[in-house]
């Protein structure tokens, strides 16, 4: 399975879908071999409680409602999850998967400029942070590109 590419399919559906003014996140929960897909955006879709301010603009982040379903999954099936990002988690967002105890490893493609703190926070917290890199050929093959 091809992890950067299934992101970038999400990232377009995430932009094109999303209420939020700035930006269209896409978080993928890695199940065993299923995928389910979470966006970010507001409460109800109202565009009016999104203020898009940078790092708070009052969405719900997609990690929010992914780690929330694999909180379940955990109860459910004992197992972690993996989660699937195109922007790395956001401090507050690290913390969640942090405390949840239910991720084992994320994978992001692009850093997130104005919150750098949260890769710090999950490897802090023995969560596995993998950047997909363009070069990158999966999670068992060869260019297992970190960093
Ligand atoms: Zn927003
Ligand atoms: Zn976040």
């Not at 565009?47 to 982040?61: A, F, K, R, W, Y």
């Amino acid at each position: 399975m091809d992890y950067r590419a299934e992101i970038l399919e999400n990232t377009k559906i995430a932009e094109s879908i999303t209420v939020c003014k700035r930006k269209g996140v896409a978080c993928g929960l890695l199940q065993g071999e299923a995928t389910k897909w979470f966006f970010n955006g507001p409460i109800g879709r109202d565009p009016t409680l999104c203020s898009n301010e940078v790092g708070n603009c009052g969405c719900i982040h997609a990690e929010f409602r992914a780690v929330e379903n694999a909180i379940r999954w955990r109860q459910l099936r004992g197992e972690k999850a993996s989660l699937l990002v195109n922007f790395s988690p956001c401090t507050s967002c690290a913390n969640l998967i942090a405390v949840s105890g239910c991720i084992e490893r994320v994978y992001y493609i692009t850093l997130t400029e104005h919150d750098k703190r949260g890769l710090r926070h999950l490897e802090k917290a023995g969560v596995e942070v993998i950047q997909l890199r363009a070069d990158f050929k999966g999670p068992y093959g060869q260019g297992y590109a970190t960093g």
